[in-house]
């Protein structure tokens, strides 16, 4: 009798607390949730689709190294077609999911969702750029780890002004002539338009008339003459990266003799694939480096897409990837302090995670990120590119905030 | 008293010994050498609810609601035969593809669910690729307009033929780009398919 009390005894002992450990082994790992919203099928999903991919690539990254201090990231990774209602929607998912951050995409939604994320203090890291959303004071929960749409046209322009006006025979005759061509209902589009016409100002240039030009076009031949009639010397491009290869080409084929820049979003390594000829000397903004570079975490990113994405063969990635790679090690480094913090909340995340970056070096060629409590500007250098036998060539780093100190620090932030 | 508690406790032990080695047999240790890929075959395609084809701009003015470029959906039902032909079970994590009308790709869907699949067994499930004409025509113009353009073809007639002839499928659904994840006691193994039909 003795024996079999003991006997259940040892038994209660051990499997008990075994069937405890195997029920609750789920919640013992417990997660990080954070929410992803892309555009997949909608009027950016030329750019989007890559980008996606690369979230995903780099949440299996980060969990394949540990999470967040020991903590896997769940992510609900969502397209929501670039309509603003169902990003808003979608959202409020994110809230009921207990998601502790989210991988925002275009600028319309991050815009029109800033105020409510601020009130949530929900970190929203986003892939638009737009220098909207750096002024901390007004949006603080919106961070990216990116130079901004303002700061690449400006830096665009100067660029321009630095290594082709300046050696133009016109050069001290008369101003450059110079108009922008975008898709003004589109918030991402419409974003830089008023610090690159401010920044045509400071430099002299004689400003024509903006030109519409749809995200979804395949033709632009009437806003090519247009530009033609006014005499462009040179052309700003705000749309997408298809968008914008049709302009050039018709640009191309109509004679345009003006050069081209063009934002980050329109300038990857489908412009020259679809330009072809059109796209050399093109300039543009590159936020990182291009897919598969030789720089610090490219060998990451490569490893990733081949491991991951078989079905999608290596030449088809674009710098999309190494963009949203990019705001993925940002938040993944900021969770990290939040949570060593003891803080992993939207407002941890925010004050003890980004808040404390001062020159974090996260590699992909993107500038060492600093944020304040004021600004959420990275940096006051973008490097400026252009297309020379179909290949990515850096022009010049352009040192806005070295150049311009006051109005970097005074007028700049926040448009 | 004492031999009743020696014979107890010998068939509690032999009882426990062939749990064991039952559980043994069942499935064998996930290896880098003996991980087979699973394979993903689509199995077939469904227009799973159907509404027709239409289309209103932003200037009709609808009787309830606000006026926007409204079009038709279309739900599309997408099985696949997921085999595993290992001895052990293994977790599918992820299947994604892009979904091509002829030699257009059109959206890109998937499932981030895990699924077990017991050892030699094969699972199916069933993705959905919900579309609108809306949608389609910025997807299709954004990813295929040049290739729209060359080939001398509106996107409206495209639309138009799609979502007319998709419940007979008189025209090829493509299964692009695919790939699925799969995890067997932490070795990953990551497989890539495409696929046609009918």
């Not at chain 1, 259940?8 to 195997?22: N, R, T």
């Not at chain 1, 975008?182 to 008023?194: R, T």
């Not at chain 1, 329109?266 to 020259?272: H, R, S, V």
């Not at chain 1, 302090?337 to 970056?357: C, P, Q, V, Y």
Request: glycine residues 8%; hydrophobic residues 45%.
């Amino acid at each position: 009798m003795d024996f079999k009390k003991k006997w259940f005894k040892s038994a209660a002992f051990i499997i008990i607390p075994a069937l405890v450990l195997g029920v609750s082994g789920v919640a013992l790992a417990a997660s990080v949730k954070v929410g992803a919203l892309n555009d997949v099928t909608g009027a950016t999903s030329d750019v989007g689709k890559d980008y996606a991919l690369g979230i995903a690539d780099a949440i299996r990254y980060v969990n394949d190294n540990g999470g967040v201090n020991g903590k896997p990231i769940k992510l609900y990774q969502f397209d929501y077609g670039y309509r603003i209602p169902e990003a808003l929607t979608k959202y409020k998912l994110f809230k009921r999911l207990g998601c502790v951050a989210v991988l925002g995409w275009g600028t319309g939604d991050t815009e029109a969702l800033s105020p409510t994320i601020t009130q949530d203090k929900m970190p929203y890291v986003s892939a638009s750029y737009s220098a909207h959303l750096t002024k901390a004071s007004k949006t603080p929960y919106n961070l990216f780890a990116a130079t901004d749409y303002s700061t690449n046209a400006r830096a665009a322009i100067t660029a321009w002004y630095d290594t082709r006006w300046k050696k133009h025979p016109d050069f001290g005759k008369r101003k450059p002539k110079f108009v922008c061509s975008y898709h003004f209902a589109h918030p991402y589009c419409s974003a830089p338009i008023k610090a690159i016409k401010d920044q045509a100002k400071l430099l002299g240039f004689e400003v024509g008339p903006d030109q519409n030009v749809s995200l979804v076009a395949i033709d632009a031949k009437s806003q090519v003459l247009a530009m033609k009639d006014f005499g462009a010397d040179l052309v700003w491009h705000g749309n997408t990266t298809m968008s914008v290869s049709a302009t050039i080409r018709d640009a191309f084929a109509l004679g345009l003799k003006a050069d081209h820049i063009v934002n980050n979003w329109g300038f990857d390594e489908n412009l020259p694939r679809l330009a072809g000829k059109a796209a050399e000397g093109v300039m543009g903004a590159a936020v990182c480096a291009f897919f598969g570079e030789k720089v610090k975490n490219m060998d990451k990113v490569v490893e990733y897409a081949k491991k991951y994405n078989p079905g999608v063969p290596l030449e088809k990635r674009l710098i999309r990837t190494v963009q949203a790679w990019a705001n993925v090690l940002a938040l993944w480094e900021a969770m990290k302090r939040a949570d060593k913090a003891g803080d992993l909340t939207g407002e941890g995340i925010l004050k003890k995670g980004f808040e404390t970056f001062k020159g974090v070096d996260i590699g992909l060629g993107v500038p060492p990120l600093t944020y304040t409590a004021t600004d959420h500007r990275i940096a006051g250098k973008a490097p400026i590119y252009e297309i020379k036998n179909g290949k990515f060539q850096l022009v010049e780093l352009v040192d806005l905030k070295g150049r311009w100190p006051e109005k970097w620090e005074k007028e700049w932030l926040g448009w | 008293m004492h031999k009743k508690s020696m014979l107890f406790a010998c068939i509690t032990v032999l009882a426990v010994v062939a749990f064991m080695a039952g559980c043994a047999g069942m499935t064998a240790k996930p290896t880098e050498k003996n991980f087979k890929a699973p394979t993903v075959t689509l199995s077939h395609v469904e227009v799973q609810t159907y509404w027709g084809w239409w289309f209103f701009s932003k200037k009709i003015k609808p009787a309830k609601g606000k006026p926007g470029n409204y079009g038709a959906p279309l739900d599309l039902a997408f099985i696949f035969e997921i085999k595993n032909p290992n001895d052990f079970p293994v977790l599918m994590e992820k299947l994604q593809f892009t979904v091509g009308f002829e030699e257009y790709d059109i959206n890109t869907v998937g499932s981030t669910e895990a699924m077990w699949i017991p050892a030699g067994k094969t699972n199916e499930i069933r993705i959905h690729s919900i579309l609108d004409a809306r949608q389609t025509q910025l997807s299709l113009l954004v990813t295929g307009g040049f290739k729209l353009k060359k080939a001398g073809k509106s996107f409206w007639d495209m639309l138009e033929k799609w979502w007319t002839q998709i419940p007979d499928f008189s025209f090829p659904v493509h299964v692009r780009d695919g790939s699925a994840l799969f995890k067997a006691d932490g070795l990953v193994k990551a497989v890539s398919f495409n696929a046609k039909f009918p």
